[in-house]
Nanobody, 128 residues
Framework: QAQVVETGGGLVQAGDSLRLSCAAS????????MGWFRQAPGKEREFVAA????????YYADSVKGRFAISEDSDKNTMYLQMNSLSPEDTAVYYC?????????????????????WGQGTQVTVSS
């Protein structure tokens, strides 16, 4: 049974940093790419960042460019999201997602439907 599990959420103050982790596991799980999405209360789930495995390509939402950095450790089948200069607008439940399929165009990784495997989410709260 393939699964992804996020860790690292919490309560921080504006301007602080936080790092999220996401581990993918499963006997037949071969990661092609992983992504982060977030959902704030009353809003739709939105794309945050994605990375193709072996770190060849990274993608970011405009709202987090220059503040967030996505990375992966292929040997551990784990992805990270380093979040710096956090603001209250970053408050949301952050979801990790994974796909075992490769896509020829980067735009695919911005869409939730690209990912077959989802974590339960981890809460990030940024106080002002």
């Amino acid at each position: 049974q393939a699964q992804v599990v996020e860790t690292g959420g919490g309560l921080v103050q504006a301007g602080d940093s936080l790092r999220l982790s996401c581990a993918a596991s499963g006997r037949t799980f071969t990661t092609a790419a992983m992504g982060w999405f977030r959902q704030a209360p009353g809003k739709e789930r939105e794309f945050v960042a994605a990375i193709t495995w072996r770190g060849r390509n990274t993608y970011y939402a405009d709202s987090v460019k220059g503040r967030f950095a996505i990375s992966e450790d292929s040997d551990k089948n784990t992805m990270y999201l380093q979040m710096n200069s956090l603001s209250p607008e970053d408050t949301a439940v952050y979801y990790c997602a994974a796909t075992t399929l490769h896509y020829p165009v980067g735009n695919y990784y911005y869409a939730p439907r690209t990912y077959a495997y989802w974590g339960q989410g981890t809460q990030v709260t940024v106080s002002s």
